[in-house]
Every structure is written in structure tokens, then in C-alpha cells.
């Protein structure tokens, strides 16, 4: 009898660690299939990602608004540059070389300056009329002129004070006169004498 109770027990327990073994190998599975899953979520993220980067398109973000085009570039390309190359001497008088930029989309038949030389003191020397027409539409042009009665080592400065005369080349009938052309001006200068406005 006490045999017999004792092989009970030894069944019993054989028993109960079977289906132990099978309560903890069910809950690994589960987490197991758990894991799997979310690390297949992923990589699909990540494959959706990579697709994207791959053709070129930015996830949607629900925003449509595209960046304001910029007008600078137009803007700037509506000028007339004028630089004041170099001085030269010659007898009697200084000779300026301005080299013209003429980056409108119009051709000027009359481009005329009032430029302003002043001595190595800021003391007015001289006042002169510089026709730089005719200038061609996007055309780079070299325009001489001399200025009598004052030698080169004596200019201290040359001001661009006003347009004269500015007109415009039709097409078809006469020149058109225009009176904004001393806002399309920007000076410059390469030699020693500034070139102001």
C-alpha cells in the first residue's frame, strides 16, 4: 500500500511539470510570433522609406504649399553698368575708358551722362556731357572720351550726377524718351580714382 501511494505521488508530479512545460513553451511562441510581427512592421516602415528616397517623392505630409518664386534675378538683370576702366594721359587732357554693361532688355539710341570730376582736394575741376549710346540690348561696349584742360594725377574722384538724355530704341517709328534710366545705373571702378554716384 505504501508502495502504491508513493508511484501516486511520482505520477502526479511527472504530471504537473508536463503541463508546465507546455504553459511556458505557449506563452514563448506567443511572444515569440509578437516580436516577429512588430519587427516585420519595421522593415516595412523602412521599406516604405527606402522606396520613397528611391524615386524621388517626399512622404505626404498633408502640405501643399509650394516656396514664393524669387524676382531677384529678373530685377537685378534690369541694369546699365558703367565702369570706370583706367585713366590715361595724354597731351593736354585725361583719357577715361568706361566699359558698358547694358543688361536690359532694350536698346538705348541716347544714353547720355552728366559725370562730374573733382580735384585730389573734393574741389569741382570739371563738368562734361558723356553720350554712352547707342547701346544694343545685352551688350558689353567700350566707350573713350577725353578731359581737356586737366591731367589724370589730378582727378581725385568722378561723381555720375545725373542722366541727360535717355531714349529707346521702338522698333518701328521714333526713339521713346524714358526718365527712369538713372535708377537702372550702377558704377564702379577698377584704378585708384573712385567712381561714385
Known sequence: MQRFRILLCIGALSFASMVWAQTDNGQATADGASTAQASNAEASTAGDASQSATSGTAPDTGNTSSAPTSKSATASSQAVDVELNKLTSVPNACRAYLVTQNLTDRAFDSFKLDVVMFDNNGIVAKRLAVQLGPMP????????????????????QLLLNDVLQCTVNTGNGPPKERHDCLSLISVSQRGRVPFIE
Open 137 to 156: 540690348a545685352g551688350k558689353t561696349s567700350l566707350k573713350v572720351f577725353d578731359i581737356p584742360g586737366l591731367a589724370c594725377k589730378q582727378i581725385g
